[in-house]
């Protein structure tokens, strides 16, 4: 987790760069967390965007948004950023993956880098902790058995992120990994750029 201060002040004076500018004059080495990128195999693991509260209503039920907790506009501006400054510093990627929940679809849309596909093991396990080891192993699974490639962008939960790479993120942050063979994940760099 190198530059871990840096790179914090870094992704701040990025995101203030972005709303002064815009993400048209963002140049492609202002922030050192994105080039970790350039590497075959990387994969750009980010808990969705600003959702105030914890966890889902009671009445949850998957599709219907009416039901869940949801990005506030905060939140949407938030993806909308870090979509931006990724598409300033070239970054393309294979595929996005995301869970299902409507506050990751909506903020992997709202990075608009891509198509985006629904991906069942980056589904939330808050509410049932006892699915999180068979969910953690399928993505490792699935990680580990990828063909590098471009990055893979991933759309999930803190949950999810804690259980496969001991990280607690914030919301909106881009753990970038390295997955190998045998399953086992390095994280490589942190970036968060706020609302």
Same mark, same amino acid.
């Given at each position: 987790? %190198?530059?871990?201060? +840096?790179?914090?002040? *870094?992704?701040?004076?990025? @995101?203030?760069? *972005? @709303? ?5 004059? *963002? ?19 980010? #808990?969705?965007?600003? @959702? ?6 009671? !009445?949850? %039920? /998957? ?10 506009? $905060?939140? !949407?501006?938030?993806? +909308? %950023?870090?979509?931006?400054? *990724? ?17 990751? $679809?909506?903020?992997? +849309? =709202? =990075? ?26 399928? =993505? $490792? %699974?699935? /990680?580990?058995? #990828? ?10 939960? +803190? ?15 881009? &753990? &970038? ?10 994280? &490589? ?7």
């Amino acid at each position: 987790m %190198r530059l871990r201060v +840096q790179g914090r002040f *870094l992704a701040i004076w990025l @995101a203030a760069l *972005l @709303a002064l500018t815009g993400a048209a004059a *963002l140049p492609a080495s202002a922030d050192p967390g994105w080039t970790a990128l350039d590497a075959p195999g990387r994969i750009a693991l980010m #808990r969705h965007a600003l @959702a105030p509260g914890t966890g889902d209503p009671a !009445r949850f %039920r /998957l599709g219907d948004c009416s039901t869940q907790r949801n990005l506030d506009a $905060r939140g !949407r501006q938030q993806a +909308q %950023r870090i979509g931006a400054a *990724l598409r300033a510093a070239g970054i393309a990627f294979d595929r996005v993956l995301t869970s299902q929940w409507c506050r990751c $679809r909506d903020t992997a +849309q =709202l =990075l608009d880098i891509g198509a985006v596909e629904d991906f069942a093991p980056l589904n939330s396990f808050f509410r049932d902790s006892s699915a999180g080891p068979s969910q953690t192993e399928a =993505l $490792r %699974r699935f /990680l580990a058995d #990828r063909t590098p490639g471009a990055p893979l962008m991933l759309v999930t939960h +803190q949950v999810n992120i804690t259980a496969l790479t001991g990280v607690f993120p914030r919301s909106g942050e881009v &753990i &970038i990994i390295e997955v190998d063979a045998e399953g086992a994940v390095t994280v &490589i760099d942190r970036v968060l750029i706020d609302a």
